[in-house]
């Protein structure tokens, strides 16, 4: 059992942090800007929490962090009070937020200069994946680190991967997005054109989920999107996020990204919508009006 520490109890780090805790049984101290979600989470799990990251880091083998984006990182990792200021050499800092690949080499290079280890380690399968620990973590970084890393990681997660050096991690997730925001444009027209024919949505997809249009947005959300129910997890917001760090890097590899650079100004129609916190999903609702927000 591991010394460890986890920054940033949002909707995915207050579940993982708890996975470490009670599933790994791991000495988990926590901290969150808002403190009374941290107050709630020991009174929950134990454990204990810091004032700042400093203090929850301070003595930890293993710092976990899932907060919003790269400034929210730099804060609790090299900002005032931030946890590499306290961590020993030898420990493994392992950020599970999305954030962009250059973030993750600054921050790489930043610890390394204090002897720390620092793991990209961006995640897939939202809100039920970290409640239920059932996680897909993609990791950049040294392997050695990553080796030790794993086992702890495996707390919260069923596919844990070290897909290269540091950045590679958040170069997985940005095509993971990439290969769903197409995917649900797809999916948004299909039905909207089956309503458009008076077709039996139902029928259709019950039928075409079988051959080769099939997908898991398909068979788990086709019928939320059908009824204008948009509460399933990942905000639009978040995802306007994620296509942004996408479309950067895509300035700087050369890639061509023409539908996912036409999905996220979608996407900017559904926060015009209100659609800020809908799932995204509700790219439908651009074809299709909501029958609920
Ligand atoms: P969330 O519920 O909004 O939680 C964000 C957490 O970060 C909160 O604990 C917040 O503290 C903390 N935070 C934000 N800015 C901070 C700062 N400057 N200093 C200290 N703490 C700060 O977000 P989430 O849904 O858990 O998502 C977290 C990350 O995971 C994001 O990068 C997101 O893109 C990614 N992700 C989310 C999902 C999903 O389905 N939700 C899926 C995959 C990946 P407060 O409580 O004080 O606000």
């Known amino acids: 059992m591991a010394k460890v520490a986890f920054l940033g109890l949002g909707v995915m780090g207050y579940p993982m942090a708890g996975h470490l805790s009670a599933r790994g049984?791991?000495?988990?101290?926590?901290?969150?800007?808002t403190t009374a979600k941290a107050e709630a989470w020991v009174?929950?799990?134990?454990?204990?929490?810091?004032?700042?990251?400093?203090?929850?880091?301070?003595?930890?083998?293993?710092?976990?962090?899932?907060?919003?984006?790269?400034?929210?990182?730099?804060?609790?990792t090299i900002g005032e009070g931030g946890a590499f200021s306290s961590m020993a050499p030898g420990s493994v800092f392992v950020d599970h937020t999305t954030a962009s690949a250059k973030v993750a080499r600054e921050l790489h290079?930043?610890?390394?200069?204090?002897?720390?280890?620092?793991?990209?380690?961006?995640v897939s399968g939202g809100q039920a994946g970290a409640e239920n620990g059932v996680l897909t973590?993609?990791?950049?970084?040294?392997?050695?680190?990553?080796?030790?890393?794993?086992?702890?990681?495996?707390?919260?997660?069923?596919?844990?991967?070290?897909?290269?050096?540091?950045?590679?991690?958040?170069?997985?997730?940005?095509?993971?997005?990439?290969?769903?925001?197409?995917?649900?444009?797809?999916?948004?027209?299909?039905?909207?054109?089956?309503?458009?024919?008076?077709?039996d949505v139902e029928k259709v997809i019950g039928v075409i989920s079988k051959g080769a249009a099939q997908s898991w947005q398909m068979e788990n959300r086709w019928k939320t999107m059908?009824?204008?129910?948009?509460?399933?997890?990942?905000?639009?917001?978040?995802?306007?996020?994620d296509l942004g760090i996408v479309?950067?890097?895509?300035?700087?590899?050369?890639?061509?990204?023409?539908?996912?650079?036409?999905?996220?100004?979608?996407?900017?129609?559904?926060?015009?919508?209100?659609?800020?916190?809908?799932d995204t999903s509700s790219l439908i609702a651009r074809l299709v009006p909501a029958k609920t927000a």
């Not at 059908?226 to 996020?241: C, E, I, L, N, T």
């Not at 990204?257 to 996407?267: H, S």
Request: charged share 20%.
């Open 25 to 33: 049984g791991h000495e988990t101290r926590v901290y969150n800007r």
């Open 43 to 76: 009174g929950q799990f134990g454990g204990g929490h810091g004032r700042t990251p400093a203090e929850a880091a301070d003595g930890a083998e293993f710092v976990f962090s899932c907060v919003g984006n790269d400034d929210d990182l730099r804060q609790v």
């Open 109 to 122: 290079a930043a610890a390394a200069e204090r002897g720390i280890h620092f793991l990209d380690a961006p």
């Open 137 to 199: 973590v993609m990791v950049g970084g040294d392997a050695d680190a990553y080796d030790r890393a794993e086992p702890v990681i495996r707390s919260f997660a069923r596919m844990v991967g070290l897909m290269g050096p540091s950045g590679a991690g958040q170069l997985t997730k940005m095509v993971n997005q990439i290969a769903i925001a197409g995917l649900v444009q797809g999916l948004s027209e299909a039905i909207a054109f089956a309503k458009a024919a008076d077709l």
């Open 226 to 241: 059908d009824a204008g129910q948009f509460s399933f997890g990942f905000a639009v917001d978040w995802m306007r996020k």
């Open 247 to 278: 479309l950067d890097e895509a300035k700087t590899n050369g890639a061509r990204l023409p539908v996912t650079a036409l999905v996220d100004q979608f996407y900017a129609d559904v926060q015009a919508l209100g659609g800020n916190r809908w």
